[in-house]
């Protein structure tokens, strides 16, 4: 009963700008902490931001002060707008909801190639 849908992935150049949405269905939106994890092939996957029902953010070192996430919560959908981008943020970016357990979209793939 728990859908999470990211979208706006694609192919920027370095220094542009991307803006993800996740877009959720059910009630957890109103109770869950929602975020972004990213996995590089390769690698494992990486936490990068989170935002609770309280709007208390948390972003991953390497990301903070380029990319910020927000939610609206009439809307139920969470964005992580990035900026800056730079080739180490290339990966699948996915959306999770943490409530008792995580819940997790399919991913949006985000490449950062000049």
């Known amino acids: 009963q728990v859908q999470l849908v990211e979208s706006g992935g694609g192919l920027v150049q370095p220094g542009g700008s991307l803006r993800l949405s996740c877009a959720t269905s059910?009630?957890?939106?109103?109770?869950?902490?929602m975020g972004w994890y990213r996995q590089a092939p390769g690698k494992e996957r990486e936490f990068v931001s989170s935002?609770?029902?309280?709007?208390?953010?948390n972003y991953e070192d390497s990301v903070k002060g380029r990319f910020t996430i927000s939610r609206d919560n009439a809307k139920k959908i969470v964005y992580l707008e990035m900026n800056n981008l730079k080739p180490e943020d290339t990966a699948v970016y996915y959306c999770?909801?943490?409530?008792?357990?995580?819940?997790w979209g399919q991913g949006t793939q985000v490449t950062v190639s000049s």
């Open positions: 999770y909801a943490l409530l008792r357990e995580y819940y």
């Open positions: 059910g009630n957890i939106f109103l109770y869950a902490v």
């Open positions: 935002i609770t029902t309280n709007n208390f953010l």
